[in-house]
């Protein structure tokens, strides 16, 4: 099954920059990382988990909330089989533990999912 490993997770302050990696493997039935849309998500304890930012298949398009849109860029490296989260500017409330997943077509959904990384931003 497909597995996801998120990195580059820690402890910043506030107005500082951290870059979110996120690995995939175990692609199956004839597909690779390339036929996978991407996306990051956030979950605060108590809260909604939210999608921060999404990337289509060739990364010819992003979507972003609008809580991070004009700080935070998604971007992928198909031959690395990566997607990465670069983040700047940023504020307490981006604190939460982030997750990256795929799905195959938006309407099938986010299915696979990794194990987080936690960020923090001190103010």
């Known amino acids: 099954q497909v597995q996801l490993v998120e990195s580059g997770g820690g402890l910043v302050q506030a107005g500082g920059s951290l870059r979110l990696s996120c690995t995939g493997a175990?692609?199956?039935?004839?597909?690779?990382?390339?036929?996978?849309?991407m996306g990051w998500f956030r979950q605060v304890p108590g809260k909604e988990r939210e999608k921060v930012a999404s990337?289509?298949?060739?990364?010819?398009?992003?979507s972003y909330s609008d809580s991070v849109k004009g700080r935070f860029t998604i971007s992928r490296d198909n031959a690395r089989n990566t997607v990465y989260l670069q983040m700047n500017s940023l504020k307490p409330e981006d604190t939460g533990t982030y997750y990256c997943?795929?799905?195959?077509?938006?309407?099938?959904?986010?299915?696979?999912w990794g194990q987080g990384t936690q960020v923090t931003v001190s103010s």
């Open positions: 990337i289509t298949w060739t990364g010819h398009a992003t």
């Open positions: 997943a795929c799905a195959i077509t938006a309407a099938t959904g986010f299915r696979s």
């Open positions: 175990g692609f199956t039935s004839g597909r690779t990382f390339s036929h996978y849309i």
